[in-house]
């Protein structure tokens, strides 16, 4: 039998996850917003770290929220960096307490791990808990277990590629206006220099595409962001 060129291999591959990921309940597993306004959500992986004072003026700067997906050995570190986070209107979610792959965690230390994170963040005032697996790593039975302790697991519809590159213009130019669509859920890192550089443009491009950016929690609220 005929195989597929390895890119078109991994492109259907893509498409099958994505269809799976739809099939999911949104309480379990969220990947970008429905899309009815014209917003996305900025996250912010694996923070808080000596560079967040930084983002946060940045996003002050765009009148901008955005949400914090934080590991819990780093709030422990820079406990202040946290509650400055909070302070100024954005919101925080946990990313793991060791930043160690969901999936490879049995069930009671991955309860751990959301447990000790928890214990470290404000108590949540919107209908979502949510939580992103450390490397976007899932499986059935991370999602249930996580979903059973309370959490919709949330990913991603739009990669900065941050960790990829170490090009502010490279991570500018994904996200771009032209290459976004209401309701996109966008991966950022927050412990990367060239990121923190990209972000005035991103933002700025935002404006001039008529994005809001917003919460995660903001993208799935009946009548939107105030």
Request: with cysteine.
């Amino acid at each position: 039998m005929k195989m597929a060129p390895p890119a078109q291999t991994g492109s259907l591959r893509s498409r099958l996850k994505h269809l799976a990921a739809a099939a999911v309940p949104r309480a379990v597993l969220v990947r970008r917003g429905p899309g009815t306004r014209k917003q996305v959500a900025l996250t912010f992986d694996d923070g808080p770290h000596a560079l967040t004072d930084a983002y946060l003026d940045v996003l002050d700067c765009f009148g901008a929220r955005a949400t914090f997906f934080v590991v819990g050995r780093a709030c422990a570190e820079h406990g202040p960096a946290l509650r400055r986070i909070v302070a100024r209107g954005h919101e925080v979610a946990g990313h793991g307490f060791t930043h160690t792959a969901f999936t490879k965690l049995d069930a009671g230390a991955l309860r751990d791990e959301l447990d000790r994170t928890a214990a470290l963040l404000p108590p949540v005032r919107t209908p979502l808990r949510l939580v992103r697996p450390p490397t976007g790593a899932t499986s059935v039975r991370s999602l249930a277990l996580c979903a059973r302790a309370g959490y919709t697991t949330v990913l991603w519809s739009r990669d900065s590629d941050d960790c990829r590159t170490t090009s502010a213009d490279e991570v500018a130019a994904r996200l771009a206006p032209e290459a976004l669509q209401a309701g996109d859920i966008v991966l950022l890192h927050e412990s990367q220099a060239w990121t923190l550089e990209a972000l005035p443009r991103v933002l700025e491009g935002l404006g001039r595409g008529g994005f809001q950016a917003v919460t995660v929690s903001e993208l799935f609220e009946p009548g939107g962001a105030a």
